[in-house]
C-alpha cells in the first residue's frame, strides 16, 4: 500500500493516477493515430503508413462544414437560453425563501440526471404535438434543457460562497437595485457564468442523443460522424472530424476549469 508522505505522493499513487489517464486517454489517442492511417478500409496496429491526405479530404468536404456550422449555432444558443434561465433561477432560489423552493430546485437538476433518450423522446413528443417543425430552434431548446443544470449549478455555488454583506453595503451607501447588480453582484458571478457558459457551450456541442430526436433531417458535426461510422472507407475521415469534436470540446474544458482553479487559489 501507497505510503501518504504529505507533499510528495508515494509511488503507488502516482502509478494509479498514470494507469487511470492511460485508461482514459489511450481511445482518444487512437483515434488521432488513426487519423493518418494510408489505408482507408483498414484497421489494424500499427498502422501500415502515416499520411496527412485525409485532413485534406475532411476539410473539404462541405457536409463537414455545414454539420460545423449548425453544431456551433445550435450550442451558442442554448448557451446563452441556459445563461439567462440558469442564473435567474438560480438568484431566485437562492436569494428568495418562498413554498417549493427546495423541490424546484430539484426539478433543474433532474434533466442533466435523466437518460439522454428518455429526454430526446419527451421532448420530441412534445414538440409534435405541439406542431412545432424541427428545426435550429427546437435542437437549441432541447440542449439548453441540460446546458441549464451547468450554469445553474456554477451560479448557485458562487452565490454561496459570496457574503450577502455586500449587497447590503451597496444599499447603505444609496447604490439603486440595478447598480448593485451592475457593479456589485455581477463582477462577483462573472468567473461563474463564463464557466458555467463555457462548460454549457461544450457539453451541447458534442450532444448526440438529444439531438437524434430532435434535429429532424439536419446534421449536427456529431451526427455527421456518426453517420459515416459504419462506412469502412470514411473511418480517417471520421477520425479527422472526430479531432475537431476533441479540439472544441478541449479548450472550452480547459478554459472553465482554469477559471475554476484561479477561483479556489483567491478564495473568492
Keep these: 500500500m501507497a505510503?501518504?508522505?504529505?507533499?510528495?505522493?508515494?509511488f503507488g499513487l502516482r502509478l494509479a493516477a498514470f494507469s487511470v489517464v492511460v485508461f482514459l486517454y489511450f481511445p482518444l489517442a487512437i483515434i488521432i493515430?488513426?487519423?493518418?492511417?494510408?489505408?482507408?478500409?483498414?484497421?489494424?496496429?500499427?498502422?501500415?503508413?502515416?499520411?496527412?491526405?485525409w485532413f485534406e479530404v475532411?476539410?473539404?468536404?462541405?457536409?463537414l462544414w455545414a454539420a460545423l456550422r449548425l453544431s456551433v449555432t445550435v450550442a451558442a444558443i442554448a448557451t446563452?437560453?441556459?445563461l439567462v434561465i440558469g442564473s435567474l433561477t438560480a438568484a431566485a432560489v437562492y436569494r428568495t425563501r418562498f413554498f417549493g423552493r427546495e423541490a424546484i430546485s430539484f426539478m433543474v437538476l433532474l434533466p442533466i440526471a435523466l437518460p439522454g433518450i428518455v429526454t430526446g423522446i419527451?421532448?420530441?413528443?412534445s414538440f409534435a404535438i405541439a406542431g412545432v417543425p424541427f428545426s435550429t430552434w427546437t435542437l437549441a431548446v432541447a440542449h439548453a434543457t441540460f446546458c441549464i443544470?451547468?450554469?445553474?449549478?456554477?451560479v448557485v455555488a458562487r452565490f454561496r460562497r459570496m457574503?450577502?454583506?455586500?449587497?447590503?453595503?451597496?444599499?447603505?451607501?444609496?447604490a439603486t437595485g440595478w447598480q448593485t447588480f451592475r457593479h456589485v453582484v455581477l463582477p462577483n458571478l462573472a468567473t461563474a457564468l463564463l464557466a458555467g457558459g463555457i462548460l454549457a457551450f461544450a457539453l451541447s456541442f458534442d450532444e448526440i442523443v438529444v439531438t437524434t430526436f430532435t434535429a429532424g433531417n439536419q446534421q449536427t458535426l456529431p451526427i455527421w460522424i456518426f453517420d459515416r461510422l459504419f462506412r469502412p472507407r470514411q473511418r480517417p475521415v471520421t477520425n479527422v472530424a472526430a479531432i475537431l469534436v476533441i479540439v472544441m470540446t478541449f479548450i472550452p474544458v480547459l478554459i472553465a476549469q482554469l477559471l475554476t482553479r484561479e477561483e479556489r487559489q483567491t478564495g473568492s
Design 149 to 154: 443544470v451547468i450554469v445553474y449549478n456554477n
Design 163 to 174: 457574503s450577502p454583506n455586500i449587497t447590503e453595503a451597496s444599499a447603505d451607501l444609496g
Design 3 to 10: 505510503r501518504w508522505t504529505g507533499d510528495r505522493a508515494g
Design 80 to 82: 446563452v437560453i441556459a
Design 58 to 63: 475532411a476539410l473539404s468536404n462541405p457536409s
Design 33 to 53: 493515430l488513426y487519423a493518418f492511417n494510408t489505408q482507408s478500409a483498414l484497421f489494424t496496429f500499427p498502422p501500415p503508413g502515416l499520411t496527412t491526405r
Design 122 to 125: 419527451a421532448l420530441r413528443s
